[in-house]
């Protein structure tokens, strides 16, 4: 039997969109819900900020399907405009996929795109407990860096 063909690579909000409806219903699953009312993807707003160009978009794939994904957006820090930013919007690895090195394999893309770049850091946040943040916990690369608290008022 063939061992699975894995990949990640850049993928267009169109591509993204086409393809991850199941995916990312799945995530909303699993981490939404706290303080979001729906999940209601604003493929517009992804879409200029892929026209603008600082949105980086990756898909991770097995055997040509698309079973994870990551989204970052480039900018620098309100504080210090001189430290530029890949802020980690969202990223998700279907649980049947997890263990596989594919959720690794798409931060370590984020940071290289990073680095290709000259951005100084990458950002990436998540409910704490949640896979995305058990594996940074892992990992001997990230730290905590800022908590982030938040109350609904409306």
Known sequence: MQAATT??????VDEMQAQAEALTVAHWAEVGGEGVKTL?????????????????L????VD??????????????????GEKLLHG???????????TGLGLALLRHTEAVAKSE?????????PEGGPLVRLLKRMH??????????????
């Open 58 to 61: 990756l898909g991770g794939y």
């Open 7 to 12: 990949e990640v690579r850049a993928i267009t």
């Open 118 to 126: 000259g951005i100084d850091s990458v950002l990436w946040g998540g």
């Open 40 to 56: 209601d993807v604003d493929w517009d707003r992804y879409r200029l900020l892929e026209r603008v160009k600082v949105l980086v």
């Open 141 to 154: 690369d990230y730290r905590k860096r800022e908590v982030i608290y938040a109350k609904r008022v409306m």
């Open 64 to 81: 040509g399907v698309l079973v994870g994904y990551g989204a970052a957006i480039r900018g620098n820090h309100g504080h210090d405009k």
């Open 89 to 99: 919007d969202a990223i998700f690895v279907a649980p049947q996929n997890r263990g």
